[in-house]
T-cell receptor, first 114, second 113 residues
Framework: AQSVTQLDSHVSVSEGTPVLLRCNYS??????LFWYVQHPNKGLQLLLK????ATLVKGINGFEAEFKKSETSFHLTKPSAHMSDAAEYFC????????????WGLGTSLAVNP | NAGVTQTPKFQVLKTGQSMTLQCAQD?????MYWYRQDPGMGLRLIYY???????DKGEVPNGYNVSRLNKREFSLRLESAAPSQTSVYFC????????????FGEGSWLTVV
């Protein structure tokens, strides 16, 4: 069975400081992993995805994530937070290329303080 | 660049009323989906359509029906709305139901009183 755990429901950082949003997964298969972002009252936008190529994945808006198989983690990072990064972030696990089997984390709310 | 368009954005229904959420995509995608998002539960798949002419149940199909009207449009119908269906609904689409990136609409906020 697959599952995904976002370790923090809420993260607060100051503008200009690093962001770390943590995601652990379990999967019996070689998964694909995604991070999506949702701004208030908006839809979901893909930040980045890992699909068994390079383990360090770069996404939009300066975000990146590293797939660590030994730690079953896929943490999202950004060197310097911007006010516009305040949003809800979702880690998603996908079973072997099957979009019907997307497993969503419960989300991490990121607040960015001036 | 419309992408995935959902209507209405906000709706209040009385228990027992019916309504249809409309979704259209202009990206020539084959697969379309309806999700609901509830606090503390993440996104849950209601129904999906892998290609024009086919529809299948997802995790939480009870109380809903869908129609894949053509390749562009995928509607979600609540025949007799219940307060438990108060939620945010997202339509999404992708090129093919085989691992490609999914694109989401901006959501429909539905309240059933």
């Amino acid at each position: 069975a697959q599952s995904v755990t976002q370790l923090d429901s809420h993260v607060s950082v100051s503008e200009g400081t690093p962001v770390l949003l943590r995601c652990n997964y379990s999967s019996s298969y070689s998964p694909s992993l995604f991070w999506y972002v949702q701004h208030p009252n908006k839809g979901l936008q893909l930040l980045l995805k890992y699909t068994s190529a390079a383990t360090l994945v770069k996404g939009i808006n300066g975000f990146e994530a590293e797939f660590k198989k030994s730690e079953t983690s896929f943490h999202l990072t950004k060197p310097s937070a911007h006010m516009s990064d305040a949003a809800e972030y979702f880690c998603v696990v996908q079973r072997a290329g099957n979009n019907r089997k997307l497993i969503w984390g419960l989300g991490t709310s990121l607040a960015v303080n001036p | 660049n419309a992408g995935v368009t959902q209507t209405p954005k906000f709706q209040v229904l009385k228990t027992g009323q019916s309504m249809t959420l409309q979704c259209a995509q202009d990206m020539n995608h084959n697969s379309m989906y309806w999700y609901r998002q509830d606090p503390g539960m993440g996104l849950r798949l209601i129904y999906y359509s892998a290609s024009e002419g086919t529809t299948d149940k997802g995790e939480v199909p009870n109380g809903y029906n869908v129609s894949r009207l053509n390749k562009r449009e995928f509607s979600l119908r609540l025949e007799s709305a219940a307060p438990s269906q108060t939620s945010v609904y997202f339509c999404a689409s992708t090129v093919r139901d085989s691992g490609n990136t999914i694109y989401f609409g901006e959501g429909s906020w539905l309240t059933v009183v």
